[in-house]
């Protein structure tokens, strides 16, 4: 049976994509979620979360990335 539980990974790349995701993953762990930060291939860095209840999936989709 499935949890029903869902992940977030958002990737920003280039010159300022170690910034912005270390702003957001900031954002993100002072409002209480538990944010992963790690580099990817070349110039990226994602900000991983989970695993969630979908609500909350929306709820940090409409504060922190939109």
């Not at 912005?20 to 409002?31: D, G, H, I, P």
């Amino acid at each position: 049976m499935e949890s029903g539980d869902f992940g977030v990974d958002v990737r920003w790349g280039g010159s300022v994509g170690n910034t912005r995701a270390n702003q957001v993953r900031t954002s993100l762990e002072a409002a209480g979620y538990a944010a992963k930060l790690r580099q990817d291939f070349g110039d990226g860095w994602i900000v991983r979360l989970g695993p969630m209840p979908g609500a909350e999936v929306g709820k940090i989709l409409e504060t922190f990335l939109l």
